[in-house]
C-alpha cells in the first residue's frame, strides 16, 4: 500500500470520532429548529436555522484541525517518526477534514434547499428570483465556504506549527502568547497590506463579471481572479511554512 494511501486512512480513523459527533450535533440543531418553528407556527424559522448552519461551517475546518491536532500532541514524537515527510503527514489531515467538511456541507445545504423551497416559499420574497438564481448563489456560497473553511484550517496548521516551536524553545506560556500574537495581528497586517495600492496593482486584475438575473447581479456583481490567485499564494505559503517549521524546528 502507498505509505500516504496508509496514513491518509490512520487519520480518518482518528478523526472519525469528531466528525460523527459534529454530524449528530448538526442533526440535533436541526431538529432544535424543526421545534421550534413548530412551536412558533413559522416556517421560516427553520429556513433561518439552516441558513446558519450553512454559515457557521466556514469554521468547521478550524474545529476539525484543533481536535486532531490536540490528539496528535499527545503522541507528537510518534508521529513525527512516520517515514513520511511533515507536509505529507499534514496533507493527509487536511484531505480527511476536507472530506468530513464537504459531508456535512452538504448535507446541511441539501436541508437548507428543502426548507427554503418546500418547507416555505423563497421566491415570494423577490418576485425575479428564479431557480437558476437558487442554483447558482447556492453553488456559489457552497464553493466560497468550502475555500475559505480550508483557507483557514491552512492559517491553523501554520499557528499550530508556531505554538510547537515557541514551545519547545520557550516555554508553552510563550508558546499561548506568541500564538496569540500572530492569531490577533496576523489578520491585521494583512488587512493592511490588502488596502494598500501596490496590493491592487499586483493582484485586483481579471475582473469577471457575474451577469445573471437583476437579482443575482444585485448580490454578486462580479469577482477577481488575481484575488483568488493572491490568496491561492498565501494558502501554499502558510502550508510550505508550516511543513519546514515543524520539520526543522521541532525535535523528536
Not at 439552516?50 to 469554521?59: D, E, I, L, Q, T
Not at 437579482?215 to 519546514?244: D, M, P, Q
Amino acid at each position: 500500500m502507498n505509505p500516504w494511501l496508509g496514513q491518509l486512512k490512520k487519520e480518518y480513523r482518528l478523526g472519525k470520532g469528531g466528525a460523527l459527533g459534529a454530524l449528530i450535533a448538526l442533526l440535533l440543531y436541526l431538529g432544535l429548529g424543526v421545534y421550534t418553528a413548530w412551536r412558533m407556527g413559522k416556517p421560516e424559522t427553520f429556513f433561518a436555522f439552516c441558513a446558519f448552519a450553512v454559515m457557521m461551517h466556514v469554521v468547521y475546518m478550524a474545529g476539525y484541525l484543533c481536535v486532531s491536532y490536540f490528539l496528535e500532541q499527545k503522541t507528537l514524537h510518534i508521529w513525527l517518526q512516520t517515514p513520511l515527510s511533515v507536509s505529507k503527514l499534514l496533507l493527509a489531515k487536511l484531505v480527511n477534514g476536507l472530506g468530513a467538511l464537504a459531508l456535512s456541507l452538504f448535507i446541511t445545504s441539501v436541508v437548507t434547499l428543502i426548507a427554503g423551497t418546500m418547507v416555505m416559499d423563497i421566491f415570494q420574497f423577490n418576485s425575479d428570483m428564479t431557480w437558476s438564481d437558487v442554483i447558482y448563489i447556492g453553488t456559489f456560497l457552497v464553493i466560497h465556504i468550502l475555500l475559505i473553511s480550508f483557507y483557514i484550517g491552512l492559517g491553523l496548521t501554520f499557528l499550530w506549527a508556531i505554538y510547537l516551536v515557541t514551545t519547545k524553545n520557550l516555554g508553552k506560556v510563550s508558546g499561548w502568547v506568541i500564538g496569540l500574537g500572530v492569531f490577533f495581528f496576523g489578520p491585521w497586517l494583512l488587512a493592511k497590506w490588502e488596502d494598500t495600492k501596490l496590493f491592487d496593482a499586483l493582484f485586483i486584475w481579471g475582473k469577471v463579471n457575474l451577469k445573471y438575473s437583476d437579482f443575482v447581479y444585485g448580490v454578486f456583481k462580479h469577482v477577481y481572479i488575481g484575488y483568488y490567485f493572491y490568496h491561492l499564494l498565501l494558502a501554499i505559503v502558510l502550508f510550505l511554512a508550516a511543513s519546514w517549521l515543524i520539520e526543522r524546528k521541532v525535535e523528536v
